[in-house]
C-alpha cells in the first residue's frame, strides 16, 4: 500500500521545503562560525565587556537559529523521504514551536521597531570595523556585500570618495550615486520604521511558510497512520 496523491504532493513539498530550509541553515550556520572563530573576530568575544552587545548577540543568534534549523531539517527530511511517524511527529512539534515563536518575534520587532533598527545598525557597524580594521576579511566582506545590495547603500559614509569598503558596494544607478550612496547604518536604522508593514509580512510570511509545512505533515502522518492500520488489519485477516 502506497500514498495517494495528496499525501505524495505533501511529501514532496516538505522534501522542497527541507531543501530551503537546509540552505538557510547552513549559511547562517556558517557565516555564525566564521565570525565566531575567525583569527580576526574570535578575540571580541574574549572581553567580558563586549558580551552583551549586538556584535556577539547577532553572532550567537546565528549559531543558535542555524544549528536549530539544521535539527529541524534533519527530522524532516528523515521522517519525510523514509515515511517514519517518530521523526514526523519531532518534525511537527519543532514546526509548531517555530511558527509560534516567529510570530511573536515578528509583533515584538513590529511593536519595538526603532529600537530594533538601532540595534541592527550597531550590529552592521561592528561589522563593518572589523572588515576595515582587518584588511578586508573575505567572511565579512560577503556579508556586507549581500547588506550592500539588499538595501541598496554603500558603508557608513556612502561617499565614494572615502569610503573604505566600496569594492563590497552595489553599482550606482546614475551620476549622483557614483559620488555618494545612501549610508548604510541610516538605512538600517530606519528601515524598520519606514518599511515596518513590509518587516512585519516578511515575518508573518516565514510563519505562514512553517504553518504550511506543518498542515503537509499532519497530513502524512494520518496517511502513514492509516496504511499502518490498513496493513495490520490485513494480515490479521489473511492470518
Known amino acids: ?7 505524495i504532493v505533501c511529501k514532496y513539498i516538505l522534501v522542497i521545503f527541507n531543501l530551503i530550509f537546509a540552505v538557510v541553515g547552513f549559511a547562517f550556520l556558517g557565516l555564525g562560525l566564521w565570525l565566531r572563530f575567525s583569527n580576526n573576530t574570535r578575540g571580541i568575544f574574549g572581553i567580558d565587556e563586549l558580551n552583551s552587545s549586538a556584535f556577539v548577540i547577532g553572532v550567537t543568534v546565528l549559531i543558535a537559529l542555524g544549528s536549530v ?3 529541524v531539517v534533519m527530522f524532516g527530511d528523515y521522517g519525510a523521504c523514509n515515511e517514519k511517524r517518530c521523526a514526523l511527529q519531532v518534525f511537527s512539534a519543532l514546526l509548531a514551536i517555530l511558527a509560534g515563536a516567529e510570530i511573536v518575534v515578528g509583533v515584538l520587532a513590529y511593536s519595538r521597531r526603532y529600537e530594533v ?9 561592528s561589522m563593518y570595523v572589523l572588515y576595515v580594521k582587518n584588511g578586508g576579511d573575505p567572511g565579512i ?5 549581500f ?4 538595501l541598496h547603500c554603500c558603508g557608513v559614509t556612502g561617499i565614494s570618495l572615502v569610503e ?6 552595489p553599482e550606482p544607478d546614475g551620476f549622483l ?8 547604518p541610516d538605512v538600517i536604522a530606519n528601515v524598520f520604521d519606514s518599511k515596518a508593514p513590509l518587516v512585519m509580512g516578511i515575518f508573518l510570511g516565514t510563519g ?17 497512520k492509516k496504511i499502518n492500520r490498513d496493513i495490520t488489519a490485513y494480515y490479521s485477516t489473511v492470518y
Request: proline share 2%; charged share 10%.
Open 141 to 145: 566582506g560577503v556579508s556586507l556585500t
Open 164 to 169: 573604505l569598503a566600496k569594492q563590497t558596494c
Open 177 to 184: 550615486e557614483r559620488i555618494v550612496m545612501p549610508s548604510c
Open 117 to 125: 533598527g538601532v540595534n541592527m545598525a550597531e550590529f552592521y557597524s
Open 208 to 224: 505562514a511558510l512553517l504553518i504550511t509545512a506543518l498542515v503537509c505533515t499532519i497530513i502524512l502522518l494520518q496517511q502513514i
Open 1 to 7: 500500500m502506497a500514498l495517494d496523491g495528496c499525501g
Open 147 to 150: 547588506v550592500h545590495r539588499m
Open 69 to 71: 534549523m539544521l535539527i
